[in-house]
C-alpha cells in the first residue's frame, strides 16, 4: 500500500522557520521525482520544490529560491522541506507528491498535506 505522509506544519511568525517531512512507503522511492507541491486558500496548487529521482538535481519556484531548501534521505525514503525567512505569502496547505513517468503508465501518488500558517 503507497503512503505519503506529511508532518511538520504549524503556526509560525513572518521571518521564522519550519522544516517538513515526507515519509514515502510502498514503493521504490529512489526511482520516482519528489516534489512539494503547496496550495493557498483561493488559489491554484503550485508547485514549490523539486527533487529528481534519487536526488541528483533541484528546482525551485522562484518565489522560494533562496529560501526554501529541499532534501531527501534514500535510506530513510523522506523527503524534507526546509523553509526559512517564511513570509504571510508562504501560508498554504503542503503536499508531498511522488511520481515516476514511464510508457504506456505513470505512477504519481499525493499526501494529505500539512498546513502551514506563517502570521504574527
Known amino acids: 500500500q503507497v503512503q505519503l505522509v506529511e508532518s511538520g506544519g504549524g503556526l509560525v511568525q513572518p521571518g521564522g522557520s519550519l522544516r517538513l517531512s515526507c515519509v514515502a512507503s510502498g514503493f521504490t522511492f529512489t526511482s520516482y521525482a519528489m516534489t512539494w507541491y503547496r496550495q493557498a486558500p483561493g488559489k491554484e496548487r503550485e508547485l514549490v520544490a523539486v527533487?529528481?529521482?534519487?536526488?541528483?538535481?533541484?528546482n525551485y519556484a522562484d518565489s522560494v529560491k533562496g529560501r526554501f531548501t529541499i532534501s531527501r534521505d534514500n535510506a530513510k525514503n523522506t523527503m524534507y522541506l526546509q523553509m526559512d525567512s517564511l513570509k504571510p505569502e508562504d501560508t498554504a496547505v503542503y503536499y508531498c507528491?511522488?511520481?515516476?513517468?514511464?510508457?504506456?503508465?505513470?505512477?504519481?501518488?499525493w499526501g494529505q498535506g500539512t498546513q502551514v500558517t506563517v502570521s504574527s
Open positions: 507528491n511522488a511520481l515516476k513517468k514511464g510508457w504506456p503508465q505513470s505512477w504519481d501518488y
Open positions: 527533487s529528481t529521482s534519487a536526488g541528483g538535481s533541484t
